[in-house]
C-alpha cells in the first residue's frame, strides 16, 4: 500500500467514525426527546430541528472533511 492510500483510508475511517458517532448522539437526543415530553407542536420542531443537525453535520463533513 502506497502512502496516498494509506492516507484515503486513514480519512476514511475518521469520516466513518465521525458519521456514527453523530448518528448515535442524534438518536440518543431523539429518544430522550420522545421519551420525556407530551407530542406538540414544540415536540416535533425539536425532533425536526435534531434531523436537520444530523443532515448538517453529515453535508459538512463530506464537504469539508474531518479533522
Known amino acids: 500500500m502506497d502512502l496516498e492510500e494509506e492516507a484515503l483510508n486513514y480519512n476514511k475511517g475518521k469520516d466513518e467514525a465521525f458519521k456514527a458517532k ?3 448522539k ?3 437526543m431523539e429518544n430522550l426527546v420522545i421519551s420525556n415530553l407530551h407530542p406538540c407542536y414544540e415536540r416535533k420542531m425539536i425532533e425536526q430541528r435534531i434531523r436537520e443537525v444530523y443532515l448538517w453535520a ?3 463533513a463530506e464537504l469539508h472533511g474531518v479533522k
Open 22 to 24: 453523530i448518528t448515535d
Open 26 to 28: 442524534c438518536e440518543d
Open 58 to 60: 453529515n453535508y459538512c
